[in-house]
């Protein structure tokens, strides 16, 4: 019966239908599946529900395809506002150096003139 249990479990992992609890279940279960081979079958029926499936429609690969380009110009857009982030950074820094350079010298040349 554990058997069966764990296979549901992990298939409930595999469609992203779990909680928090039910992923420290999962860490467990996994471990007890892989001893006991339940990975290698559940393999063998995904395998075989996957080929059973019908050949998406080219409408739905098109689909498919927006929603990947989708993504990457997302995470793309991130990756440059992350490098924008680290350049406004060490320009604040560089124009605060300076300004403190230019303080220290400008009181320098004040007590020298006075």
Do not use: C
Not at 91 to 103: K, N, P
């Amino acid at each position: 019966m554990e058997k069966n249990q764990d296979k549901q479990q992990i298939r409930r992992y595999l469609n992203g239908a779990y909680n928090s609890h039910e992923a420290k279940e999962m860490a467990e279960s996994l471990l007890r599946a892989d001893k006991e081979g339940i990975l290698d079958d559940l393999a063998d029926e995904v395998w075989e529900e996957a080929l059973s499936l019908p050949e998406p429609s080219d409408q739905i690969k098109e689909q498919y395809k927006k929603e990947a380009q989708h993504l990457l110009e997302s995470m793309q857009s991130q990756k440059r506002s992350f490098t924008k982030r680290i350049l406004y950074m060490a320009t604040g820094i560089a124009a605060s150096i300076l300004v403190i350079w230019g303080a220290i010298t400008m009181k320098q040349q004040w007590d020298i003139q006075h």
